[in-house]
């Protein structure tokens, strides 16, 4: 583990026991460690992908946008 990670406190959250055997069964053969480990890389997976998704286009840019693909004739 990293520094950051060695100084993290942690909290406990609670999942369906269904979930969390399905989850033993997927990591087996893994390098992750238990339950906890593969349930905080997933998460923080997602959490960052959400972070670095992009703002949408403003109506201003995407009428830019439809012109120029008029212009270049790719939309009537």
Same mark, same amino acid.
């Given at each position: 583990?990293? $520094?950051? !990670?060695?100084? %993290?406190? @942690?909290?406990? &959250?609670?999942?369906?026991?269904?979930? @969390?055997?399905?989850? %033993?069964? =997927?990591?087996?053969?893994? +390098? @992750?460690?238990?339950?906890?480990?593969? &349930?905080?890389?997933?998460? =923080? +997976?997602? &959490?960052? %992908?959400? $972070?670095? +998704?992009?703002?949408?286009?403003? $109506?201003? *840019?995407? !009428?830019? &946008?439809? $012109? =120029?693909?008029?212009?270049?004739?790719?939309? *009537?």
């Amino acid at each position: 583990m990293g $520094e950051k !990670e060695k100084e %993290e406190k @942690f909290k406990t &959250v609670s999942i369906p026991a269904s979930l @969390f055997k399905k989850i %033993e069964e =997927r990591i087996k053969g893994t +390098e @992750f460690t238990s339950v906890a480990s593969y &349930v905080t890389y997933v998460l =923080r +997976e997602v &959490v960052e %992908e959400e $972070e670095e +998704e992009e703002v949408p286009f403003s $109506e201003e *840019d995407e !009428e830019k &946008v439809k $012109e =120029r693909l008029k212009a270049l004739g790719y939309l *009537d």
